[in-house]
C-alpha cells in the first residue's frame, strides 16, 4: 500500500540521512489488525521487522491517555 511505502520511506531517510539506528524507530499501528499487513509490507520493501502485540490496547495505558487527553485539548 502507499502508506506502507511512505512509512518505509520515512524510516529509510531517518536512519540514512539522520543517522538514527534502526534499533531505536518504532512503528505504531492503530489497530492489532494492522500489524500483520505492516510487517509483511515493511520486509517486501527490504526493511527487517519484530513485532510485538501487547496484553492490551496502547489507548489502555496510564500516559498515553493522559497524552491523548492533552492533545485533545490543544
Known sequence: SDEITQVA????EHHLIRG???????VVVRSGSLVSA????????????T?????SPL??????KHLVSVLDFA
Open 59 to 64: 489507548r489502555e495505558n496510564y500516559a498515553v
Open 38 to 49: 505492516f510487517s509483511s509490507g515493511l520486509a517486501a520493501r527490504e526493511l527487517s521487522t
Open 9 to 12: 520511506g520515512l524510516l529509510r
Open 20 to 26: 538514527i539506528p534502526w534499533s531505536e524507530m518504532a
Open 51 to 55: 513485532t510485538s502485540v501487547g496484553s
